[in-house]
């Protein structure tokens, strides 16, 4: 079972936040804080597993990637594998830059509603629903679909006061890029 | 009405969107917290308004929120009206918002549940997901009750996109409403084999977790676990499926064997790291579970080895993570396979990944030997200095002791060196493990008495330096270390090179900072240290001097008597006035010397943990009787039942007491001196614990220690390790030289430079290395005539209780798996054969027992042996063998039986010799189902398969415990027994049925019925229709209603009979109890067909829920013994019938297998589904039997009495 899924950038704010288990939003709070701990103070070449803590039982484990400015973190128990997980990792992180296009902190930062909407294609109720990106990305696509066949006119309008909006601002960086993201590790194949 | 929507989407478009909030946020970080609440109060308006969208639009911002740490618990109803939206658009937002706040005790919850029954029932496959998804996250017992049913319908849907959601939510469901899962498993099951790989994977997934937690449940899965594991691609469900066969490995090790070969074949052929990885842990989880006597295990072992050395050589840090992680698995049962890489894992503790030290630390404690010991200390010596964390020191400096004491000091070859170790441990600030180092100082002080001087002198700079030790006293544990110090000091002062100065030391006002305990350990041992310094003054004749130290305890103890602390108050007072009194006689010039230590005369020993317990109860001595009479009123009727199986209790009194022969005791003792001679870590420990006065006549028995004085006792300056470890190096080697060439001295010291670098080379194995000093390790202290056992904890008044958990399991399982059974068959085998060999292989333990006086004790415990043989016999026997025999106690012990021809024999072995055993049971089921049948021919088939089996058999007359129903060929022959009772005849049909019960399903028994067309007719659209009861129900087919009938799967042409099968729920099995029902069927014949009734009352026995289990006579004397049983017996007069048919019977239609048979007596043993024991003893006398028995249930064991008197008034 996967208890918890974060993630969360260098400097500790949380961008996704998904509990399998009730917690109380304090509690869930501290969990993003001490994880944050945990994580960021290990160097990059060390591994991405850490025992122990956190969420309930004992034989809980966080597995971890790093990616550019995000932490992407799972608390799994042991049922899980934990080679499976940091390939399930990757695999989110993958749908991710598929769906939104090279992915960026930014595209989380303001869209993580459609993070979690992608999220629940590939985990569900904390087991793994799917771990197959392709079939990820089409019940997305499918999704996205029906969203916008729904919205009609109204949405249309909604979109180019939007666009207005955006113009008064500040030109919205889109910089952060995540550099390494489609570095596969080799010697992990992606489920299929 | 148009204008209004297009007003309402056009205001929409002026609010704030979760864009604008994100932005409005990051504009605001001065004062993101009051620009949040200002939104908090936008969003509340916008929930006010009709518009959905606008709903939908605040839902979502508050979503965001929540994520941020705000609470959006008020607006459950809210996120439950965009939950009902009819846009999918805006029902998803809904959704994700109550499956991120929404749990048990969200009070509106239960709202919700016909929103989500029609959401699941949407057209709409995506309605349908989210619901689902949204379900996962928040399902709570009253949704999972109200909604199970509907989920279970979307299992079946016909989108797989639908199915694998709703697969995957019925954990969920499972957990909330665990009634659901017996209904909805057959289904789940099914999905294991679902078209859809996705499907597939949910209800592997679904199916893993379950098994994770009760893996016995599902052994019986196995089978299909593995056609997926040899077919499946998909590499994320072949980890979910290898890691649940660990799970399940444990409980059945010849699923392990078959395993082997095709992990072996996976890990050789994937290329994927984590699949690799999975299969080494379940290959390693097999080769824990199976015996290590398998001879092909070590191929095995090695590729995993071998593997794993590839994941740890890797450069990425997960791999050598895992690899560690996998690699401690094997140290534990195979330490030699995985001592040859130690390189490896001395590499590893250089990594700069502090999870990975302390994997590798985790597998140094395996890999040390006298050799390498000080080597890898010192290696992990550099390690504590340098290491920054605290958590990370701690867990070195318990590894370094822990490496070092194992096995009772075994690796440790100069205690000085460990002294210094522990004493430059001592330094480390902040540690939580003070009081590990001082249990060690101390253990080592008192227990190598050669070491004593040293460690005194160690001691007394510690307690000299406490300053520093105790520096931070209230924040760490270091200062326990004192506490250790102290009592050395004072313990063996006679060792101290300057009493005085310690005493000093040991009175400073600085003390009295410590914690209350430590300074309590101070005052008793100044005092200690004061005798002796008295002692030698006086011997000194320097009485002046001798005053002068009285005068400063007198001085000094003041401030202990003015301590907080209780202890430390009362020490000092007391001794403080023991002082003063000393003080007033010196005054005028008395001794005090000799009475003042004579005070501490004698030495502490050790005593063991476990001694209590080994004190042998005096002869004559019966710790049962009674001292004073008991109530006189408790005698009358209530003493008889407890003499019922009083043939068992002499024989619990008998193991309890001591030795009566005078002559085998005193054999023993010698054997046990013998023993301890030659073990080189035993020293001889006096005779009695009594104190011994130190000039005392018993001197001899304290071991003189011999000091090689090669090694300096003393090394100048501070004790450092490494210094040691140079001067063992020398002294090995010198050892080794003078071993070897006998060269003289002086040539020796030119070459010096030569041989250290000699030294390093491993040419010296283990043995060779002879301790620095000829140490004895003073043994914990025994009671005298303790009686001497292998094992620490086990009882030495019950030798066979350390057996008991080898027993149990074996039996648990052998309850699950029908196939288990066989283990009976087999050991009749060849016993006598096995038994010999083995048991002498296994040492010291069975040459010990025999020793024992008793005839009939030894005796038993060598049926023990055997017994316990079964059952290592029949978890490995060879492959091809397993089938035959499994088949004949299937027979043998008759609760079913299959008929079959004798040509059908054969090709049911094959067929076992495809299939695994644990298949066994399902197949005999379905096999039975395929074949007609005739009842009395089957009966002759029994017993002419009981004739074959006779040769097999002859030496079971030798051993008492039998099954009863084996045996049946041995006196006379018993009429045929069948356990098909009639249940209703009439002209066109006879109903036959048998109620089998099973252990895996505890509530459930499945009844076979036996229809035999009697008529020329013939028979179709038969249905049985039962009338439950509260108590029992017929299990019907999904959907079918209560009334409903169940329709017999088959028709019958006249003159032919076959059987059927019908499961029953049963909830309370105590009573028996009577079921009333019709089979109605039509009856087609060349004039028309006629629609046809047969009443029946079908008759749950208690005895129907008993299952046939074998118990060994030891658990079943501590089943007797515990006192949870209630007992009750019955007497049956005039019975003519032999003992042994009797107990046939008994065991055939009662379920119950013989325990132990003495003459015309045998104790029996049962067990019901929901696994109330029932225990039997029989009796015969001239013409009557009588039978008491013992249950955990007491209504359970009197149906069970009426039942069993019945059948034995027919006898």
């Given at each position: 079972m996967i208890k918890a899924i974060l993630i969360f950038n260098n400097h500790g704010k949380p961008r996704l936040s998904k509990f399998y288990q009730p917690y109380s939003e304090d509690t869930q709070q501290q969990i993003i804080r001490e994880t944050f701990h945990l994580v960021s103070k290990?160097?990059?070449?060390?591994?991405n597993f850490l025992e122990g803590l956190l969420i309930g039982e004992s034989d809980n484990k966080l597995i971890y990637r790093h990616y550019a400015t995000l932490y992407f973190v799972f608390c799994v128990d042991s049922s899980e594998s934990e080679l499976g997980i940091l390939d399930l990792i990757q695999v989110f992180v993958e749908t991710l830059d598929k769906c939104f296009e090279n992915v960026c902190e930014l595209d989380l930062i303001f869209h993580v509603d459609k993070v979690h909407n992608i999220l629940a294609e590939m985990v569900m109720g904390g087991m793994?629903?799917?771990?197959n990106m392709n079939e990820i990305v089409t019940q997305i696509d499918a999704q996205n679909k029906l969203e916008k066949s729904e919205a009609g006119l109204a949405e249309a309008l909604a979109c180019a006061v939007s666009a207005v909006k955006n113009m008064n601002l500040p030109e919205i960086p889109r910089n952060i890029n995540i550099g390494d993201i489609s570095i596969k590790v080799l010697n992990l194949p992606s489920f299929k | 009405m148009a204008l209004k929507m297009v007003k309402g989407s056009i205001d929409r478009m002026f609010d704030k969107n979760l864009q604008d909030l994100v932005r409005g946020i990051r504009n605001h970080k001065e004062d993101e917290a009051k620009y949040i609440s200002q939104c908090i109060d936008e969003i509340k308006q916008e929930l006010k308004q009709d518009n959905i969208a606008v709903k939908a639009n605040a839902v979502c911002k508050l979503t965001y929120l929540q994520m941020l740490g705000y609470d959006i618990s008020w607006a459950a109803f809210n996120i439950i009206e965009v939950m009902s939206a009819s846009k999918f658009t805006f029902k998803r937002v809904g959704y994700l918002a109550a499956s991120q706040c929404f749990h048990e005790g969200t009070d509106v919850i239960m709202l919700t549940t016909n929103q989500i029954r029609k959401d699941l029932s949407s057209p709409s496959q995506y309605d349908t997901g989210v619901a689902l998804t949204g379900l996962s996250c928040f399902v709570t017992p009253d949704l999972a009750r109200d909604l199970a049913s509907d989920i279970m319908t979307l299992m079946s849907h016909t989108k797989p996109y639908i199915r694998k959601k709703a697969v995957l939510i019925m954990y969920k469901v499972f957990l909330k409403y665990p009634e659901s899962l017996r209904p909805a498993f057959p289904r789940l099951k099914e999905k294991l084999e679902d078209p859809d790989p996705g499907v597939q994977s949910a209800a592997v997934n679904v199916i893993c977790e379950l098994a994770r937690r009760n893996p016995k449940n599902y052994l019986s899965l196995a089978p299909l676990f593995f056609k997926l594991m040899t077919s499946s691609t998909n590499n994320w469900v072949l980890i979910k499926i290898i890691k649940l066969f660990g799970a399940l490995t444990p409980l059945e090790p010849r699923l392990g064997k078959k395993l082997i070969e095709p992990l072996t074949n996976l890990i050789h052929s994937t290329s994927a790291m984590s699949l690799l990885y999975e299969c080494v842990n379940t290959v390693i989880a097999v080769l824990i579970s199976l015996?290590?006597?398998?001879?092909?295990h070590s191929a095995s072992i090695q590729l995993c080895v071998q593997k794993l050395r590839i994941l740890i050589e890797d450069s990425d840090q997960n791999l050598k993570y895992l690899g560690l992680l996998a690699m401690s698995k094997i140290l534990k049962t195979h330490p030699k396979s995985v001592q040859s890489h130690k390189d490896l894992v001395l590499q590893c503790l250089d990594d700069k990944d502090e999870s990975i030290r302390l994997r590798a630390l985790d597998l140094l404690y395996g890999m040390v030997s006298k050799k390498n010991l000080m080597e890898i200390v010192k290696k992990l010596m550099t390690h504590v200095d340098k290491a920054e964390g605290t958590t990370y020191r701690d867990e070195l400096l318990t590894k370094i002791i822990d490496i070092c004491s194992q096995s009772n000091y075994q690796h440790i070859t100069n205690f000085e060196w460990y002294i210094s170790i522990l004493v430059e441990l001592t330094r480390l600030e902040g540690t939580r493990h003070g009081h590990l180092i001082a249990a060690q100082m101390l253990d080592v002080a008192i227990r190598v008495k050669a070491i004593r001087k040293f460690a005194v002198s160690q001691m007394s700079a510690l307690l000299d330096n406490a300053h520093l030790v105790a520096s931070s006293t209230q924040r760490?544990?270091?200062?326990?270390v004192l506490y250790a110090a102290a009592w050395i000091c004072g313990e063996f002062s006679e060792h101290l090179q300057e009493p005085h100065q310690t005493l000093e030391a040991m009175l400073r006002p600085k003390v009295t900072t410590l914690p209350g305990h430590i300074q309590a350990v101070y005052v008793q041992n100044v005092v200690k240290l004061y005798a002796s310094i008295l002692q030698q003054q006086e011997q000194a004749a320097e009485a002046e001097a001798a005053q002068e130290v009285t005068q400063l305890m007198v001085e000094r103890l003041p401030q202990f008597v003015q301590s907080a602390d209780l202890e430390v108050q009362e020490r000092a007072s007391c001794i403080l006035q023991l002082v003063k009194h000393v003080q007033k006689l010196q005054a005028k010039g008395v001794p005090m010397a000799e009475e003042v230590s004579a005070l501490f005369a004698g030495e502490l020993n050790p005593v063991a943990p476990k001694a209590q317990k080994k004190v042998p109860v005096p002869e004559g001595l019966d710790l049962d009787a009674w001292i004073n009479e008991p109530p006189s009123d408790s005698e009358s009727e209530d003493e008889k039942p407890k003499a019922i199986f009083h043939d068992e209790e002499p024989r619990h009194v008998r193991r309890r007491q001591p030795e009566e022969d005078e002559e085998e005791l005193a054999r023993r003792r010698e054997a046990r001196k013998q023993e301890q001679a030659n073990n080189p870590f035993y020293i001889k420990s006096s005779p009695s614990p009594q104190k011994r006065y130190r000039d005392a006549p018993g001197v001899e028995h304290i071991p003189v220690v011999q000091i090689d004085l090669s090694v300096p006792l003393k090394v100048p300056g501070m004790p450092m390790s490494d210094q040691y470890v140079k001067l063992e190096e020398e002294r090995r080697h010198r050892q080794r030289l003078e071993k070897d060439k006998k060269k003289k001295r002086k040539k020796e010291k030119d070459r010096k430079g030569k041989h250290r670098r000699h030294s390093s080379l491993p040419t010296e194995s283990d043995e060779d290395i002879a301790p620095a000093q000829q140490v004895d390790i003073v043994t914990e202290e025994m009671p005298e005539n303790a009686l001497p056992s292998d094992e620490e904890d086990k009882d030495p008044n019950d030798p066979y209780r350390a057996l008991d958990i080898d027993l149990d399991k074996p039996l648990a399982d052998s309850e699950k798996l029908p196939v288990q059974k066989h283990r009976n068959t087999e050991v009749s085998k060849s016993p006598e054969k096995d038994e010999v060999p083995v048991v002498e292989k296994k040492s010291k333990k069975p040459k010990k027992k025999e020793k024992k006086p008793k005839e009939k004790e030894k005796k038993k415990e060598r049926e023990r042996k055997v017994e316990d043989l079964d059952f290592w016999l029949s978890t490995t026997p060879p492959p091809a063998a397993t089938p035959v025999p499994s088949m004949q106690e299937e027979l043998s012990v008759n609760t079913v039986t299959s008929p079959k021809d004798e040509s059908e024999g054969p090709k049911r072995e094959e067929l076992e010799d495809e299939e695994d055993n644990t298949e066994h049971d399902q197949e005999r089921k379905s096999s039975r189902h395929k074949k007609k049948k005739h009842k009395k021919e089957r009966e002759e088939k029994e017993k002419k398969k009981a004739k074959r089996k006779q040769p097999e058999r002859e030496h079971e007359q030798e051993e008492p415990v039998q099954n009863g129903a084996a045996e049946e060929e041995e006196e006379e022959t018993l009429p045929p027994m069948s356990s098909y009772r009639l249940l209703a005849e009439n002209s066109f049909i006879k109903m036959t049925y048998d109620i089998q019960a099973s252990l895996q399903k505890d509530s459930q028994v499945t009844v076979s019925v036996i229809l035999e067309n009697q008529s020329g007719s013939f028979l179709k659209n038969m249905e049985l229709s039962v009338l439950d009861s509260l108590n029992a129900k017929m299990a019907r087919p999904e959907g079918s209603s209560v009334h409903a009938g169940v329709p017999v799967p088959f028709q019958l042409p006249p003159g032919v009979s076959n059987e059927a099968q019908f499961v029953f729920t049963v909830q309370s099995i105590i009573m028996a109890q009577k079921l009333k029902g019709t089979l109605s069927f039509i009856a087609k014949d060349d004039d028309g067909a006629t629609h046809e009734k047969l009443d029946f009352r079908l008759h749950f026995s208690c005895s129907s829920y008993l299952i046939t289990t074998p118990c060994y006579s030891d658990a079943f004397a501590r089943l007797l013994e515990s006192g949870d049983l209630s007992m009750s017996s019955i007497k049956v007069d005039g019975i003519s019938m032999s003992f042994q048919n009797l107990l046939s019977k008994i065991c055939f239609y009662h379920h119950f297998s013989v325990v132990e048979r003495v003459d015309s007596c045998a104790s029996m043993y049962s067990r019901s589904i929901q696994g109330h024991h029932v225990c039997l003893l029989l009796k015969k006398g001239e013409s009557s039997v009588s039978v008491d028995g013992k249950c955990s249930d007491p209504t359970l064991l009197s149906s069970l009495l009426e039942e069993m008197k019945a059948t034995l008034a027919q006898c």
């Open positions: 290990r160097d990059e070449n060390v591994c793994v629903l799917e771990t | 015996s290590s006597g398998m001879p092909n760490n544990g270091i200062c326990e």
